[in-house]
């Protein structure tokens, strides 16, 4: 292995090996996550667009869905561009800054993505038990300066990382079975102790996911209450309406980002690998593909948005003969 100096153990790159026992069909692999990865770019461009360009989606609301689909354009270019070249090109190897860079960026834009998710549980807590105090609580003001904390809190906790893992020496090799430089895929090929990475890491899920779902759950508990004292069926139906699209993107989010977790601190041996890079993968490719989606089918307004834009488009062309 190439060293930075004769006493330091630091690689000069590492190799990211891909799909360990998958190598044979990593091109076969790589075509359902390039069609997932084309699907949440134009899903989601498509959707900041059209919040951008309709009045009627210039809300609290839609805000904040524009905020989430621009984390997630962000948290899987962070990777799949890199991971495409590893399945398509065999090109494995990257130097050892680039792969601190992507940790921080990838665990980054994590934390920015599960912090959007706990505003926008805010956001339908505000909507639902302060109907008419909305617009003066949530103003644009208010929103950026959420988006902002939410930002800086991800990466003043996940700057550590970087710092950890670059003290670390690596005398056992600098193969990574993985297909991107996630923080402990990385310490675990060291030779050095790990339990301060360990612990840091964990510390870290606890102070953004698990105050970001106690918030998710503190709202929502809220949030039934105001529905069920609600007199007419139709208004709770209405007003829970409004939540379902949220709550689909708070499970396609925590449950692969959960078991990506959990096997890397306690699975050992008991899941094969490449089901654990499979979810990792699916972790950062699966909200930015199915967030447009769900959004676009669940809410109304953005389906009416879009519909009108459709119809718009094909109209064009006739007003031009």
Known sequence: MSLLN??????????????????????????????????????????????YSEEALHRPMYVFLAL???????????????????LWFNLKEIDFKACLAQMFFVHTFTGMESGVLMLMALDRYVA??????????L???????????????GVMLVIPFTFLTKRLPYCRGNVIPHTYCDHMSVA???CGNVKVNAIYGLMVALLIGGFDILCITVSYT???????????????????????????????????????????????????????????????????TMNPIVYGIKTKQIRTCITRFLLQGKDNPSHNV
């Open 6 to 51: 004769g006493t330091s153990l630091t690689p000069v790159s590492f190799i990211l090996n891909g799909i360990p026992g998958l190598e044979e069909v990593h091109v076969w692999v790589s075509f359902p996550l390039c069609t997932m990865y084309s699907i949440a770019i134009t899903g989601n461009f498509g959707l900041m667009y059209l919040i």
């Open 68 to 86: 989430l689909s621009f984390t997630d354009v962000l948290m899987c270019t962070s990777t799949l561009p890199n991971t495409l070249c590893i």
């Open 128 to 137: 639902i038990c302060y109907p008419l105090r909305y617009a003066t609580i």
């Open 139 to 153: 103003t644009n003001s208010v929103i950026a300066k959420a988006g902002l904390l939410t930002f800086l809190r």
């Open 188 to 190: 675990k090929i060291s």
């Open 222 to 288: 809220m949030i039934l209450r105001a529905v069920v004292s609600l007199s007419s069926a139709e208004a709770r139906q209405k007003a829970f309406s409004t939540c379902t699209a949220h709550i689909f993107a708070i499970v396609i989010t925590y449950v692969p980002a959960f078991f990506t977790f959990f096997t890397h601190r306690f699975g050992g041996r008991s899941i094969p690998p490449h089901i654990h890079i499979i979810m990792a993968n699916l972790y950062l490719l699966m909200p930015p």
